[in-house]
Each structure stands twice: as C-alpha cells, then as structure tokens.
C-alpha cells in the first residue's frame, strides 16, 4: 500500500498519536535494553513481559466485571519478578536462569488461564492487543505515563549514570569502589518492570522483549563508549519503532510483529558492516 | 606514616599540587601505628559452598606497613583481600578496617580502599573507555549521584600519567593488552586516593621493566603518603621493603612473620622448593604441549 494513500485516510491526530506511541516506547525500551544487554540479563527481561502479560490478562479479566486497568495489574506481576528474583534464587540455591525459566512458563500459563476466563468479545480485542500490541487502544493518559515513564528513565540514568557504569563494567570492581551494586541491579531490575509493563499495549506482550534487546545489540555492533551506546540505541529503537507501525499500516501486520521485523532487520544490517565482528575475524585469523 | 590526600596526590603526581586540598592535611594529625586492619577468627565462605574458604584468620596490620602474602593456589589469598574490603560476607568471627566493622560499614570502608583484582581479561568488544575505567575507583569518593568534577578528571588523568597510560585515554579497555589493562586497573585503584590498598597480582602481567616501575610508584605511596599495601604476588619475589610476609595455605594463615625471619623460616623454605617444583613441572607439561 502507497505510504501517501495511507497517510491520506488516517487523521492528523491518529497520525501524531501513532509516532508519539512508538517513538516513546522505542525510547524507553532501548535505553533499558543497555542495562538488559550489558549485564546480560535478557532471560529476565524475557520473563518480565510474560509476567507483565500474566498481570495484563488478570487485569483483563477483573475489568470484565469492574472498572479497572490492565496497566497495574501488568505492572504489579512485573515488579513482582523484580522484587522475588533475587530472594528466591538465594533461597532455592538455584541459578537465577532456572528461576527465570519456572517464573515464565508460570506467567504464561497463568496468562492463558486468565484469558480463558474471558468473555469472548474482550477475548478478540483486548487480549489481543496485549499479545501483539497496538497503538490504536491508547488514550491519552497511557502516553502521559509513558512519557513520564521516560522522563523518569532518562533523569535516573543521567544522574547515576557514573554508578550504573560501574556496575555493567564489573561487579566486584563497582563493590570494591564503594558502589552499593545491589541497590543500583535492583533500580535496574525495578525501570525494566516498569517499562515493560507501559509499553505492553504498544509492543505486546510476546515481542516487547525484542524491542529492549535488538537496538543495543545494533548499536553494540559499532560503538566502543558507553555514553554513545545511552545515546544511540533510543535513536535505533524509535526508527525501528516508527519504521514497525509503517510496515505495520502497509502490510496489515501486528504492529508489534512488524517493529519486531524492522529492529531484526536492522541488527542482522549491523551485524554485517560490524567492525567489531570484522576485527574479531581478524584477530581469529592471525 | 599516616595518610593524607594531599600527600598522596603528590607522591602519585607531582603535577597535581596545583589542585590539592589543604582541608585534607589535618588526616596527618592521625598515629602511625594504629592498627589499620583488624581480623579476629574471620571464616568466610562462598555462596552456595559449604567448606569455608579461609578460615579462623587472625591478623593485624599497622598503617603504612608493607605485607606481602603469599601461597599455593587455592590457599585463600585472594578471599582473604574480599574478605579485608568487605566484598564477601564473614561466617564467624570479625573483620575490622580504620576501626569500623566491614558487616556494618562495608559501603564507606571501600570507599577508603583501592582493590586491583586478580586478572581482568577483557573481551575486545567491551563499550568500556579507559578513562572511564579509572574514574570508576574514585566514584565511591565523588559520593552517588553527585557529579564528575573538573579535578576529578584531573586526577584520572595524573592516576593514568603515574602508571605510563596517559597516552590511551579514550582508548576502549578491550582493545588493550593484558598488561596496559592491568596499569588501567592500578591507575583506577589510585584515583580513589586509597588508604589502603589491596593488590591481588598486580604484577602478573607486566614486563621486568614495568613491574620495577610500578613497584617503585607503590613504594612512593607507601613512603610519603604512608599507603598500607596488601599484596598477593608470585611474580616480585619479597622485595626488601616489606614489612610482613604472610603464608597462607588451605585457607589458614601458616605463618606470618617480618620479612628477615619469614625468608630464613623452613615454612618459607618449603613453599619456594614447592613453586619451583609446580613451576618446572608446568613448564615441562607446556613444552611436550607444544611438541
């Protein structure tokens, strides 16, 4: 479908709501996925919005009988991994990986029972869009809290932004310098919970992973200094969002399907021209 | 020898004297020989592990003092350093630095302390810039959240100039060798103006040339800043200007002793016949590797 034809037939302001929507919530998950890539910590971000689709499909639910928002309950089971990850793996002994694989397929499960429980028109609208995300069912107070919530990400890593260096640079090194790593990996923990729980209705459930994880690995591709990586992958996660609702709107794809697309489309790019890989090949050969 | 930040600037550069802090010389007023650290029965044990990793340690050390400790693998050395700064939690017993306990104020104990850990070996790829690296050990003296300051990126820089890497200043970390990464982690260790400072093989990967100039920086430290330097090293022998030579072995401490009787000592004696022995049969296994 011609770009133009397709402007043509959406409102201005539907128009402005779509960037605003995609723009805010490529920003806020790329500046997280610094932390969730860096530190390795993807499996939690995994788990996160499965446990932020669980709270969703509560939410859901309850809201078939009383007025509420899906958005807190999301946000609850998500802050819930935050806060439970740390005592339960310590207390089971187990490795937090393990803990991450039982608390997914419990939020997934949980999710689909809570689903089923749904009267069937809420089933095919609703729930759908928390799987697979869309733009359409914002109003106005989810960009407010989406904007806030990047207001709030962008102060806490400017203003920590030497702490939280420590901490991804290495653990021991951050403790022996007087950091106190386990308050900065939960702050950490803490802003991934709650950016995976606004931009659920965007993104989806399923895929909003992806959108933390693709722009910093692009930007991994070519940059050396952690300050440009803070600075670009928001720059790739709000192309790769904008770049997903057009592919989106041209080919009838779920919005969260189609940013998903572009970000890997763009990372395999990087991957490719990546001077890094290209060094490492070298070094390999010599 | 008591410490000062004024004075430990100056004897890590010369160049900083322009920007010292003369609220800091009243540190000098402090005894010499008050007991900096202070282990009494510390066991510590590893996460998830049950036999302790060092155990029923009791030690004293004096500010200014030189230690050097030594010992096979897997005697303790390192945890014995994570235990003095408080990284590992203590199982029995008590561990206390400039008179504080490390279980209640591990935070502002660090905050005193430079920590060089073992070997880093850094992935090429790492987003991490050297200048970065050593500011990194002078956060815990910044204070969280408040911001860098034109003298801190002053000391970094004369913290980098005193161990010979000013040149790579805004190289990524990754990109250096193994021994300019290890000069990049002693230069972050003293941009924190340490008190103490806690070495676990510093030397290991640096040349002749640069072990002895390294050496002679700490030595400095030590003599007009009056640093206490901890050291675990197999590559510097026991240097003359040691004060204590520590041994330990299966995570006790089997001796500890001033220099001159620690090297004359048949424990001593017993440990170097026992390195060179592993040493000749490391050797001799990497040779036929390599036929």
Redesign the interface.
């Known amino acids: 479908m011609d770009l133009l034809f397709l402007f043509s037939r959406l409102s201005l302001q539907l128009l402005f709501k779509v960037i605003l929507g995609a723009t805010l919530a490529g920003m806020a998950c790329s500046l997280i996925g610094v932390f969730v890539v860096?530190l390795k910590i993807t499996a939690i971000g995994f788990s996160m919005s499965h446990a932020a689709f669980a709270g969703a499909a509560l939410g859901l639910l309850i809201n078939s009988y009383l007025s509420f928002d899906p958005l807190i309950s999301a946000s609850i089971f998500a802050i819930a991994v935050a806060l439970l990850l740390g005592p339960m793996s310590?207390k089971t002994?187990l490795n937090p990986n393990v803990v991450l694989g039982i608390i997914f397929t419990l939020s997934l499960a949980l999710g689909f029972i809570f689903l089923s429980f749904l009267p069937s028109g809420v089933v095919s609208s609703e729930a759908v869009q928390i799987l697979w995300g869309s733009v359409f069912g914002l109003d106005w107070l989810d960009f407010l809290l989406l904007g806030l919530v990047n207001l709030a990400i962008v102060a806490i890593i400017i203003?920590?932004y030497?702490?939280f260096?420590?901490t991804m640079?290495?653990r021991?090194?951050?403790?022996?310098?007087?950091?106190?790593v386990s308050f900065f990996n939960f702050l950490i923990l803490f802003l991934t919970a709650l950016t995976v729980s606004f931009t659920l209705k965007i993104v989806g459930a399923l895929l909003v992973y992806a959108l933390i994880v693709n722009p910093t690995s692009t930007v991994?591709q070519f940059?050396?200094?952690?300050k440009?990586?803070f600075i670009f992958s928001p720059v790739v996660g709000i192309i790769s969002a904008i770049g997903g609702v057009l592919l989106s709107f041209m080919t009838n794809f779920p919005i969260g399907s189609s940013i998903i697309i572009v970000s890997s489309i763009i990372f395999v790019v990087s991957v490719i021209f990546s001077p890094?890989k290209r060094?490492?090949i070298v070094?390999q050969h010599q | 020898m008591s410490f000062s930040s004024n004075t430990f600037l100056q004897a890590l550069n010369p160049k900083l004297s322009e920007i010292l802090n003369p609220r800091a010389e009243k540190a000098l007023q402090e005894g010499s020989t008050d007991e900096i650290i202070v282990l009494d029965s510390a066991t510590t044990v590893y996460e998830g592990e049950r036999i302790p990793t060092i155990q029923d340690i009791s030690l004293r050390v004096k500010k200014g003092e030189i230690l050097f400790i030594i010992g096979p693998n897997g005697a303790g050395k390192t945890t014995l350093l994570e235990t003095i700064c408080g990284i590992l939690p203590l199982r029995e017993g008590s561990v206390e630095v400039f008179g504080l306990s490390t279980k209640k104020y591990g935070h502002q104990i660090r905050k005193r302390i430079g920590y060089v850990i073992q070997e880093m070996d850094f992935d090429p790829s790492e987003p991490f810039l050297v200048k970065d690296v050593v500011l990194i050990g002078r956060i815990g003296l910044i204070g969280v959240g408040k911001r860098v300051t034109k003298r801190d990126w002053e000391i970094v820089r004369a913290s980098l100039e005193a161990v010979g890497m000013e040149a790579f200043w805004g190289r990524p970390i990754g990109k250096l060798s193994a021994g300019q990464q290890q000069k990049v982690m002693i230069a972050s260790a003293l941009a924190g103006e340490p008190e103490v400072l806690l070495l676990d093989e510093p030397f290991a990967n640096l040349d002749i040339n640069a072990r002895h100039d390294i050496y002679q920086l700490l030595l400095k430290l030590n003599r007009e800043a009056g640093v206490t330097i901890l050291c675990v090293s197999h590559n510097l022998g026991i240097p003359p200007e040691t004060d204590k030579v520590i041994l330990m072995q299966n995570g006790r401490i089997i001796m500890n002793s001033e220099r001159e009787k620690a090297l004359t000592s048949p424990l001593y004696k017993a440990f170097i016949e026992l390195s060179q022995a592993e040493k000749g049969v490391y050797n001799a296994a990497k040779t036929a590797q390599e036929k």
């Open positions: 860096h310590e002994r203003i920590f030497k702490e260096l420590a640079f290495h021991k090194v951050a403790l022996a310098a007087g950091i106190n991994y940059a050396y200094d952690t440009k990586i890094k060094r490492g070094q």
